[in-house]
């Protein structure tokens, strides 16, 4: 099940810095008490605790199928190269609302 998913939530919204691993379920557990959840990972509780980049594709390939194909006058090029070539450039931002990415 998806929430069973390991994830990494941003723990100050920047790229390098501090993550803590969560299961999918208890990160979206926090939404309704983010700033509660924000102090108890000894951060800002201004901050919320973001899922950044999650590449989804790599968990649950299963959900690309949700992801229509672009339409012909925005051909994903990537598309014509082999998968193992491919960029990994799907990819999700989850967070609670007041939640950003710098």
Not at 20 to 27: A, G, H, K
Request: hydrophobic share 35%.
């Amino acid at each position: 099940a998806m929430g069973d998913t390991t994830i990494n939530v941003s723990l100050d919204g920047k790229e390098k810095g501090p993550k803590q691993q969560m299961l999918m379920r208890d990160y979206i557990s926090t939404f309704s008490s983010s700033d509660e959840a924000a102090t108890q990972a000894d951060i800002r509780p201004s901050f919320k605790p973001y899922m950044r980049a999650w590449c989804f594709s790599d968990d649950h390939p299963q959900l690309e199928e949700d992801f229509p194909n672009p339409p012909p006058y925005f051909p994903d090029k990537f598309k014509g190269i082999a998968k193992t070539f491919q960029p990994p450039f799907t990819w999700i931002f989850v967070g609670p609302a007041g939640a950003f990415s710098p």
